[in-house]
């Protein structure tokens, strides 16, 4: 998880925070829930392999672009981060697997629904590959406030980071 941003100041505020560079996250994470190794607590899935895939682009790792304005440049590289950890875990065992699951909660989540075809494919068939979207479903409907405020920002975000290839 952790939020999107869909303008240029948004994202150049992101950029200098852990939500914008892997070089500003912790080192280490915590492994919990569905990712403990502890069998009382993850009964299903505690002796799996098990990865994080950390998110700092801002796009649910499916943009692809870059803002220029003069003064600054920011990447939104969100869908070639993906490529990347995909292709590198399927060096490191992934093609061999036999069952998937991937998850994310909230950007995360929608990363699942964007990602969970496209793995499944890689995959070629030979594992079963199941997705779970923990809490990132964005209705796009009127909210308490009256309006649809979901759009207008999906939309922002789509125009900003451009390249939302495999919606
Ligand atoms: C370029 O964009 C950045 C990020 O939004 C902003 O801080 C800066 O003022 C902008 N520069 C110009 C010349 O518009
Ligand atoms: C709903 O949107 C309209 C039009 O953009 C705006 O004038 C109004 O203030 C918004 N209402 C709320 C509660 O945000």
Redesign the pocket.
Known sequence: GGGWCNDAPSCAARAGTRRGSTRLMSKLEVFSGVLSNDPARNPDFYNWNRVKLRYCDGGSFAGDSEFRNGSSVIYMRGQRIWDAIIADLLTKGLAKAEKVLLSGCSAGGLATFFHCDNLGELLGGVATVKCMSDAGFFLDVDDI???N?IRPFFSSLVALQRELRRI
């Open positions: 406030s009256g309006n405020s």
